[in-house]
């Protein structure tokens, strides 16, 4: 089993609608998730971070985690065309010596104009 | 926002020459630096954990001699890759730490192995 999990898509929306985007994560006791956005070609750059059960917002970005279930999602009001990018979950590895970051494969998003 | 920056952007070498890679930190310090590598359509892989003033944890499977890191200070870490060949030409991305949480992106630098 994939420690941090992600539909690779294309998940493909229509412009203004809701994209809703997913991930699942192994390690039950993982504390911080980080969702990063990349456009074809660049680097990743980060959307937003959550830490606590529930939801976190900011502007058209909504963060879920549910650490029960092993879940986190985003989700985008209003998408925009600009929003097609692909999606990266992320989720702190615990323990050890080092802080890094176990990356999902990503979900491409397409937003139709 | 963190800012984090590499040099260069892109570089282009002939095989067997070795080529220097900065990420800078430009407006916090970052104690931990990190080291990716991505190919084309394929998911990041972390190539190595950078710590300011000691030696650099490497993934398993990254060969530490030949991709050398450097971490003298706060806010600069630098990747060499000795010896290049063509099967190392990539985009390699840096990020660093800020505030013990947060991995912020530098834009990545693009090396071609000729």
């Known amino acids: 089993q994939k420690e941090v999990e992600q539909n690779s898509g294309p998940l493909s929306v229509p412009e203004g609608a809701i994209a809703s985007l997913n991930c699942t994560y192994s390690d039950r006791g993982s504390q911080s998730f980080f969702w990063y956005r990349q456009y074809s070609g660049k680097s990743p750059e980060l959307i937003m971070f959550?830490?606590?059960?529930g939801d976190k917002e900011d502007g058209r970005f909504t963060a879920q985690l549910n650490k029960a279930s092993q879940y986190v999602s985003l989700l985008i009001r209003d998408s925009q065309p600009s929003d097609s990018a692909t999606y990266l979950c992320?989720?702190?590895?615990?323990?050890?010596?080092?802080?890094?970051?176990?990356f999902g494969t990503g979900t491409l998003l397409a937003v139709q104009p | 926002g963190a800012v984090v920056s590499q040099h260069p952007s892109r570089v282009i070498c002939k095989s067997g020459t070795s080529v220097k890679i900065e990420c800078r930190s430009l407006d916090f310090q970052a104690t931990t630096m990190f080291w990716y590598r991505q190919f084309p359509k394929k998911s990041l892989m972390l190539m190595a954990t950078?710590?300011?003033?000691?030696?650099?944890?490497?993934e398993q499977g990254v060969e530490k001699d030949k991709f050398l890191i450097n971490h003298a200070s706060l806010t600069l870490s630098t990747l060499t890759v000795t010896s290049a060949h063509p099967e190392d030409s990539s985009f390699y991305i840096c990020s660093a730490e800020a505030g013990g949480e947060t991995q912020y992106f530098g834009p990545g630098t693009r090396l071609l192995v000729l």
């Open positions: 950078s710590n300011e003033g000691s030696k650099a944890t490497y």
């Open positions: 992320a989720v702190k590895a615990r323990g050890g010596a080092t802080n890094k970051l176990i």
């Open positions: 959550i830490y606590s059960n």
